[in-house]
């Protein structure tokens, strides 16, 4: 092995390479590293994911006047013409912010598992992006909550973007592409992975 840049090759002298714990930098590979962010990209996802919905469970008065507002038009001026898409059952209100809450659980929980999984699989690319299944399923939830929940039914359907006083897309629009890079970014570290090991596999063909 010849010395890049002044560095003395260790394996001539007999020297061990450097080791901190268990893992040697030598094994520490740039492959190794873009799974070990993307795994941590995906906790930091849940970990929004888990507080927001844990916020809620444990005080629900905080999004409940939201909630209520924009399905019942509170804040949507009078002559918008959108007046029978509005709902004032308090059942219907209950049922979505449930849902809601439970879809935010969901997400969270699943990209929890999956930063987990991820963490303890990063040595073989195969292990790490079976273990990313559920990252882009709770990713997956969580667009369904912020995406289509929030910003095509709630923005568009509830006409959120009149409304004066209930106003949510923004916060939605951050969530959800929050949500999608997380996606991004395990697919195209998987799809990277994939890429080395084939064209690993041709050169010894």
């Not at 005080?59 to 006047?65: K, T």
């Not at 303890?120 to 292990?127: E, F, G, I, K, P």
């Not at 697919?187 to 041709?202: C, F, Q, Y």
Request: charged share 15%; glycine share 10%.
């Amino acid at each position: 092995m010849a010395e890049v840049d002044g560095a003395p090759d260790r394996s001539k002298r007999g020297e061990s390479t450097p080791a901190i714990g268990s893992v040697r930098w030598k094994d520490f590979d740039l492959r190794r590293a873009a799974r070990l962010a993307a795994s941590t990209f995906v906790l930091m996802t849940a970990s929004y994911y888990l507080v927001v919905g844990l916020d809620n469970v444990s005080n629900p008065s905080s999004n409940w006047a939201y909630v209520v507002g924009v399905i019942s038009g509170d804040g949507v001026p009078a002559d918008s013409g959108f007046e029978w898409r509005f709902i004032d059952a308090t059942w219907f209100h209950a049922l979505v912010y449930a849902i809601i809450i439970a879809g935010e659980l969901a997400a969270g929980g699943v990209l929890a598992c999956s930063a987990v999984a991820g963490f303890r699989r990063t040595r073989s690319s195969a292990d790490w992006a079976d273990a990313q299944r559920g990252a882009i399923l709770g990713c997956l939830i969580g667009l369904a909550v912020f995406f289509v929940g929030f910003i095509v039914i709630g923005g568009n359907w509830w006409v959120m973007y009149m409304n004066q006083n209930w106003n949510g897309l923004t916060a939605a629009f951050q969530n959800s592409v929050m949500t999608a890079l997380t996606l991004i970014v395990v697919l195209v570290v998987a799809a990277g992975d994939g890429l080395a090991n084939r064209s690993a596999s041709e050169a010894l063909n």
